[in-house]
């Protein structure tokens, strides 16, 4: 059996008879190199990171367009470096799961350091502010997911943390934000080097969100005498920090038992997943698909490595902006929502499988191409129709890919109104097009919604995927059962929820299209086998 233990310098063949790739480069060359000359910070330790930001730094140091290896900081959860990262001296196989049924499996060793940045772990909250204050420090790249930027409630307000981090002392700080905005500050008091901010999480205009946080902690630190008014002059001159525009996409499901099994049986010893205590699944390998995009802004003031001659796409904002609006609202996270409502309701346990059915495939196709299509603009280095294309015929039915719908039914009121707002935005603001016309995005919506009830088309209670308001949506939907079809009483409940712009992105009455919710939705909820036969319908 080969372990990620083994060190692959001694131990090459033992990892090439198991048909692993090993680095080219020396792991402990990089490792110190990083100590004296850091390049690359990357804030969220995850399954995307692993297989994908680590594959961009693995394959630079194959190529000698990179020396220095990444540090990776996890903020939320203290397990993954404890279990997965520390005991494998940061290495990881990334397995690349290929529609025709193979396996393409990297042994990757870039990261050079893990470190829990949380003001609870003393050494790592000093040991990063330390690297920040490295003027040799290029960049940094971010995948903690939207909620990991919030500092706002529902209604638009400062949450408690937020406030308590504004109020406080800049190294007492405990949201992501502020415990980024403390490093900046750190950066800035040691010289105010430049810096590049990079948002890689999968939202559109990601970089202008964050940017937009950074300021409300920094203005908040100004405003109560923490810090000067120079350290925002800092933040927004761009030839000192800037914050990129991305767009990324790369199917990334939790570490998979059928591709745990898989290795174990070809010799792979570190097939045990991890269940942490804060509900992350990861293991000492990863599982991702072979098709992938990584689109950013070509904004970094203290220079950055060769990113294209590891596949990633370098061009300017508008450019990023228009993939990112296709992907992100239009041509796949739309999609991919879609199949995690109704899979959920219809008991699918598999993306994969959900693509056998044909109503499900024309759902998302009227989608994608009957109602996103239409007001996409073409970014040009990704063709929008193939896009669709690629995803609908050979990345989503992938069987290899072991992703659920369950997975990506995670956090789903925080984005419809990225996938599905702004392409009414669109059909709102377009003179010769009528939003009153769309057919199945309010037929998704109302998909949403009986997906709250938690009850699937059999009649079986099965459980939400996590959700920040889930308490807020189960409480407003708790009047309607499985059968409802009292027309007075489904208007009375969605008029408290239809409304909400920080879901919807839109007051749902006042644009007109909250009658169609609502309709469909009493479709959906009309018994046993209703939302296959509207699906059918449809």
Known sequence: MVSIKDNYLNNASQFTTSDITIPKYDFKTVKEKTKTDPVWIHFGGGNLFRCFHAKIAHDL??????????????????????????????????????SDGSYQKNLLASVADSIYYNHANPAGWGELKKIFENPKLQFVTLSITEKGYVLTDMNGDLTKSAQKDIAGNPDEATTNMGAIARLLLARYKAGKYPIAMVSTDNFSENGKRFEKEILTI??????????????????????????????IDRITPNP???????LEDQGFDDVKITHTQKHTNIAPFGNTEETHYLV???NFPNGRPKLENAGVIMTDRETVNDADQMKVTACL???????????????YESIADEMTNPDLVKLIKGLGFDEDLPVVKDPKIIDPNNFINELIKKRLPNKNIPDTPQRIASDTSQKIPIRYGVTIQHYLDDKNLNVVDLKFIPFILAGWCRYILAV??????????PDPLHDYVEEIMKPIKLGTQDEELIHTTFKKLLNNKQIFAHDLYEIGLADKVEAYFKELVRGKGAIAEALAKL
Request: net charge negative; hydrophobic share 40%.
């Open 296 to 298: 950013i802004e070509d």
């Open 456 to 465: 699937d088309d059999m009649g079986n209670e099965f459980t939400l995927s």
């Open 61 to 98: 140091l194959n190529s000698g367009d990179m020396e220095s290896g990444i540090v990776v900081a996890e903020t939320y959860d203290d397990q993954v470096i404890e279990n997965i990262y520390h005991p494998y001296d940061n290495q990881m196989l990334q397995v690349i799961m290929k």
């Open 256 to 262: 998979s038992e059928k591709v745990s099994q898989i």
């Open 333 to 347: 996270n739309p999609l991919h929502t879609s199949l995690a409502i109704f899979g959920c309701l219809l008991g």
């Open 218 to 247: 920094a203005q908040g630190w100004i405003d109560n005498g923490s810090v000067t008014s120079d350290f925002v002059v800092y933040l927004k001159d761009e030839n000192k920090v800037s914050f990129p525009w991305s767009m």
